[in-house]
């Protein structure tokens, strides 16, 4: 949920963070980016040769900085979130990386000179953060199967492969969760899941969803679009388990259509517990997170300031839970 009251930013970055690794793109933008608004080479700082994104942010806070430039996707993002959330740092998007799921629900362009404007322009702004136990997450994550898929997609972008996975873009996932589906182990366990204060459900599945916004990944669509309300977000349980009904389950999430019997979704929540009885794995923004029985994931609102562009938000109904 953004906050349109805050008034025009006027400040001027002061830092960029660049991932190399992101993407063709990153390397390719940091010059134009940087001449235009006028951020000195000392100021422009390399993920890994600097030092990590988290500590790179916790600098930057700590010495007050008012603008965090990032060049990079949404993995960038997610560790530089950790650090200037809750604080008058902001974050800027130059987005680099394979989704770019929160510069594409702020309306950031790929354009570069929109871009530019976005940043030198843009309004200074505030989202919604989600929460999983101390970890923040701008826009989605998941449990079981999609976090298989998300440290595998990770390996092969760092690995020897790197060049072909980043070419690949967002079909990476598609790719890879099919060979998983197709050829790996499926991570099929029993779910307690509570949503609010509500009565606990059980259900058995192979993978946990959860976003606030509606479409992420490269295409999934979560919910239908206008049933998503501000200031919450929506968990889906994938109940398939066989290799043909996650097939025919991941079709249908990158198609927009309804699942039938194969999920559970849970829409318009600030606050789900899930509890399984077995260990999986979890992930945020595309970034892996640990293996775990139990998870709580809820929203913190208005906890990031960004910069985005001016372009009004759509008021969105509140739907209740549904099983699809």
């Known amino acids: 949920m953004r906050n349109p009251a805050i008034p025009r930013s006027t400040d001027t970055p002061r830092i960029m963070l660049v991932n190399a690794r992101a993407g063709a793109r990153s390397a390719a933008v940091v010059r134009p980016v940087a001449a235009a608004l006028g951020i000195p080479r000392h100021a ?14 916790a600098r930057a806070v700590r010495d007050r900085v008012p603008v965090v430039v990032t060049v990079g996707g949404d993995g960038t993002i997610h560790q530089v979130i950790q650090e200037i959330a809750g604080t008058t ?4 998007i130059v987005p680099s990386g394979t989704s770019n799921d929160l510069a594409r629900d702020l309306g950031v362009p790929q354009d570069l000179d929109a871009v530019l404007t976005t940043l030198s322009q843009g309004h200074r702004t505030s989202v919604d953060l989600l929460r999983m136990g101390r970890t923040r997450i701008a826009t989605a994550g998941g449990l079981a199967l999609p976090a298989m898929i998300a440290r595998r997609c990770n390996e092969l972008r760092a690995g020897r492969h790197r060049l072909w996975a980043v070419r690949l873009g967002p079909a990476i996932y598609s790719l890879v969760a099919a060979h998983q589906i197709c050829r790996g182990t499926l991570p099929v366990a029993d779910y307690v899941v509570r949503a609010g204060q509500g009565t606990p459900r059980r259900h058995r599945g192979s993978a946990v969803l959860f976003s606030r916004i509606p479409t992420f990944g490269g295409g999934l ?3 239908p679009k206008g049933t998503l309300s501000p200031g919450a977000f929506a968990a ?3 109940t398939a388990c066989t290799r043909r009904a996650l097939l025919d389950t991941l079709l249908r999430l990158r198609r927009g259509k309804r699942l039938g019997r194969n999920a559970v979704v849970y829409n ?3 606050r789900l517990d899930l509890r399984s009885d077995a260990l999986v794995g ?3 923004d595309g970034e892996w997170l640990r293996l775990r029985y139990r998870t709580r994931i809820t929203v913190e609102p208005a906890a990031l300031q960004v910069l985005a562009p001016d372009s009004p938000r759509t008021v969105l109904p509140a739907t209740l839970e549904e099983a699809v």
């Open 44 to 57: 422009i700082l390399e993920i890994g040769r600097n030092g990590t994104a988290r500590e790179l942010a």
């Open 282 to 284: 979890a992930f945020g």
């Open 268 to 270: 318009n929540l600030r």
């Open 221 to 223: 669509q979560l919910v």
């Open 89 to 92: 740092t902001a974050l800027g």
């Open 236 to 238: 889906l349980v994938i």
